[in-house]
Nanobody, 121 residues
Framework: QVQLVESGGGLVQAAGSLRLSCAAS????????MSWYRQSPGKEREWVAT???????DYAISVKGRFTVSRDSVGNRLYLQMNSLKPEDTAVYYC???????????????WGQGTQVTVSS
């Protein structure tokens, strides 16, 4: 059983900061990437940030320069440091992993249950 569990969400004022964490219940054999997505009511889920197996990072234009994605050395814990938060950052944030459990496993996509981030003006 594989579980991804997000934590660290909450209520914060505009210009404030939050740090989200995502803990995986297993250590993956390998992974292509780990990412953060977010979804607001009435909107489609959107990609926020990605960190690859070789530690490269990429960000959505809307968060570039404000958010930082990182992971531990084995990829079983993912972080999103969110600074200079804006009301439009309000959403449920989801952890995602594109990974293999074993060398013979089919690469699969795993999702966390989400954590609510609310930014007040």
């Amino acid at each position: 059983q594989v579980q991804l569990v997000e934590s660290g969400g909450g209520l914060v004022q505009a210009a404030g900061s939050l740090r989200l964490s995502c803990a995986a219940s297993v250590r993956f054999f390998s992974f292509t990437s780990m990412s953060w997505y977010r979804q607001s009511p009435g909107k489609e889920r959107e990609w926020v940030a990605t960190i690859t197996g070789d530690m490269n990072t990429d960000y959505a234009i809307s968060v570039k320069g404000r958010f930082t994605v990182s992971r531990d050395s084995v990829g079983n814990r993912l972080y999103l440091q969110m600074n200079s938060l804006k009301p439009e950052d309000t959403a449920v944030y989801y952890c995602n992993a594109e990974a293999q459990l074993y060398s013979f496993s089919i690469p699969s996509t795993y999702w966390g249950q989400g954590t609510q981030v609310t930014v007040s003006s």
